[in-house]
């Protein structure tokens, strides 16, 4: 599979691609973004986003390109925040929200580590108090992934929410809420249509 950086953002292509965006969903190959900077600066991605100074947003961009049977390629972006517990670099949350095709409809898609209690599913939490429970689709060896669709007005409520918190209960019945940046999600967002 061929990973590369153009304009800041990871591409990635080749049939394993394809296939792991189909089975896995787009959020799981968010992760691949700490390798990919990683090897571009030699410094892993959280010691980076800590040495600067200002961040200009948490939101990051990935990817991924698949041919259709014509061979002709399409190319689906979404952008995404990963939540690290450091030193270990262990994803705690990580939220992925990409444009489906359809008008404003979109996709957020929350991945959390596994070993949470799967029925309890995952929440997500807006400054304002909106809360959704979200029921858990699948646990892959990246993590447990639960989703849902987003219409403008949700969008809207999300841009204009400064922080989120993303909800799960792990073994032994604790429930731990990861804080997550909703600021600058805004113009990420405008980046994907872009």
């Known amino acids: 599979m061929r990973r590369w950086w153009q304009n800041g953002v990871l591409r990635t292509g080749g049939a394993l691609a394809a296939t792991a965006a189909l089975v896995v969903g787009l959020g799981a190959l968010a992760s691949w973004s700490v390798f990919a900077h990683e090897a571009k600066t030699g410094k892993d991605a959280a010691a980076a986003q800590h040495e600067a100074a200002a961040p200009a947003s948490p939101w990051g961009k990935v990817c991924v390109k698949e041919k259709a049977a014509k061979g ?3 190319e689906h972006c979404e952008v995404v925040q990963r939540e690290l517990a450091l030193p270990q670099k262990r994803l705690l949350a990580m939220i992925a929200i990409r444009y489906t095709g359809k ?5 957020m898609t929350l991945t959390v580590p ?18 959704v429970k979200l029921p858990v689709i699948t646990c892959v060896p990246a993590g447990c992934l639960a989703g849902t669709g987003l219409n403008a007005k949700d969008i809207a409520a999300l841009e204009g929410a400064s ?13 731990l809420s990861i804080p997550v940046e909703l600021k600058g999600l805004d113009k990420a967002l405008a980046g994907l249509k872009s």
Request: aromatic share 10%.
């Open 72 to 74: 002709a390629e399409t």
């Open 103 to 107: 008008g404003d409809q979109a996709q």
């Open 114 to 131: 596994l070993g949470i209690a799967v029925g309890a599913g995952i929440g997500f939490r807006m400054d304002d108090g909106r809360w």
């Open 163 to 175: 922080k989120g918190w993303v909800a799960y209960t792990v073994a032994g019945g604790k429930t």
